[in-house]
């Protein structure tokens, strides 16, 4: 009978206090032996009660170990949390999000059965308001999220990235930590690194949990925003783009820049910008009334607007990191 193998749990803090109490009684339900998990809380220097929460589950729970971060990014933390991790797999786990009991123990499963470096599950939405509703319906969808296979339930099998993630203690070891500098694409451009060296990730269907997403269009904007952000310096500092869907929205952006911009030059730019516009509402009405009919008509607004905002604020990221750099590169803009 093989050993029991030792997981440590590694937890990115900051302003979660809302999110706390549930994450703690779920990671304290698990049904792998308790006797073989660490959790590593990372606190950002939270301004909310997030600290205190975490000091006070210490209490009770001996082996959780807080940690704290000044820098407050997840990557920062992540790699905080690493370094004291004692685990044969570090599993990665997000306050934002529920975890059926069996979460541990599927991703031991899973990691042990399939031979892979990472796994993980697929995204489901745990929805609160309309707006939930929306980025449900419009997150499972080709079109809002490209070919990103763990937005999709049906699924399983080899991907280049899932969500959150279950490694091998010897992934870091071989290929580094998460690079602290890629904010909001940190496990993206990690996973892609481990690809690019022979490892392999698993998506499987049997690792369950359930994810708090923004509860309001600004909010998802500025998320997505920073995604693009992140998504462009993995491809500077990869060369290549991991995926052809992660360029899409920043070409649209661009091309619809370009269109506004020359418009002002004997309205040349209208030339590019009405079949640009036909084709993308025409598309974006098909898609919407595909997630929304017949069951959730009365969301078809909402699904349109999320579907504008996930296109729009990641495009807008990535371009704004790309004339950042471009800036930097001519003196005009301090690093």
């Known amino acids: 009978m093989n050993p029991i193998k030792k997981v440590s749990l590694l937890i990115p803090i900051y302003n979660e206090a809302l999110f706390l109490p549930t994450l703690f009684q779920q990671i304290q339900a698990q049904d792998y032996p308790t006797t073989a998990i660490e959790v590593i809380a990372v606190d950002g220097d939270s301004t909310d009660s997030s600290l205190a929460l975490l000091k006070s589950y210490q209490r009770t729970m001996p082996a959780l170990m807080v940690l704290r971060n000044p820098r407050r990014n997840t990557p920062s933390s992540l790699n ?4 004291q991790a004692q685990g044969d797999y570090l599993i990665r786990l997000d306050a934002h999000t529920e975890y059926a009991t069996d979460y541990v123990r599927q991703c031991v499963a899973c990691l042990e059965k399939t031979g892979a470096d990472n796994v993980g599950g697929h995204i489901r939405i745990k929805t609160t308001n309309r707006v939930t509703q929306a980025i449900e319906l419009a997150t499972t969808s080709v079109f809002g999220v490209g070919n990103s296979h763990f937005h999709y339930t049906q699924y399983e099998g080899y991907v280049d990235t899932v969500y959150l993630g279950a490694y091998r203690r010897q ?6 930590n998460y690079d602290e500098a890629l904010i909001g694409a940190e496990d993206d451009e990690l996973n892609y690194r481990l690809i690019k060296q022979g490892g392999k990730i698993y998506l499987s ?10 509860d309001s269009l600004k909010k998802l904007w500025l998320q997505y925003f920073q ?3 992140g998504k462009y310096g993995v ?3 990869h060369t290549l783009p991991t995926s052809i869907r992660h360029l899409v929205p920043a070409l649209f952006v661009l091309s619809l820049v370009l269109g506004i911009l020359t418009s002002f030059y004997q309205g040349l730019g209208f030339y590019l910008l009405i079949p640009i516009l036909s084709s993308y509402f025409s598309v974006l009405g098909l898609f919407t009334m595909r997630c929304t009919f017949p069951k959730a008509l009365s969301l078809t607004g909402l699904v349109a607007l999320v579907f504008l905002t ?5 495009g807008c990221g990535f371009l704004i990191a790309g004339l950042r750099e471009g800036l930097r590169r001519l003196h005009l803009l301090r690093a």
């Open 80 to 83: 905080l949390a690493i370094a």
């Open 171 to 176: 992934v870091f070891e071989k290929i580094g």
């Open 205 to 214: 269907a049997t690792i369950q949990s359930f994810y708090y997403p923004r």
């Open 227 to 229: 995604y693009g952000q």
């Open 235 to 237: 491809i500077r500092k």
């Open 310 to 314: 996930l296109h729009l604020s990641y």
